[in-house]
């Protein structure tokens, strides 16, 4: 089932962020996702998304970046629902 939030009373940095997790609804969108995509500072991005009534379900992986870096508990996110936005 796909969610698609529309969100026009954000702040900028929300509404990218609303973006990538519309694009990307049949997976989740990492910290790292995020970070290249020029979010900053995904986890308070994310708590404020939830503040506002969106709902996700939050998994922790490892994850290899470009470099070849491992990185481990790296929250991955995934809309599943709206309250109120």
């Excluded at 989740?28 to 308070?44: E, H, N, Q, R, W």
């Excluded at 404020?48 to 070849?68: A, H, N, P, Y």
């Amino acid at each position: 089932m796909a969610i698609n939030i529309k969100a026009p009373d954000l702040p900028r940095t929300l509404k990218e962020m609303v973006e990538i997790l519309n694009a990307n609804q049949s997976g989740y969108v990492s910290t790292l996702d995020f970070l290249k995509k020029g979010i900053l500072s995904p986890a308070a991005g994310i708590a404020r998304l939830k503040k506002k009534g969106v709902m996700f379900e939050t998994i922790f992986q490892t994850i290899t970046d470009g470099s070849g870096r491992i990185h481990t508990g790296i929250a991955c996110y995934k809309i599943v629902g709206v309250a109120i936005l």
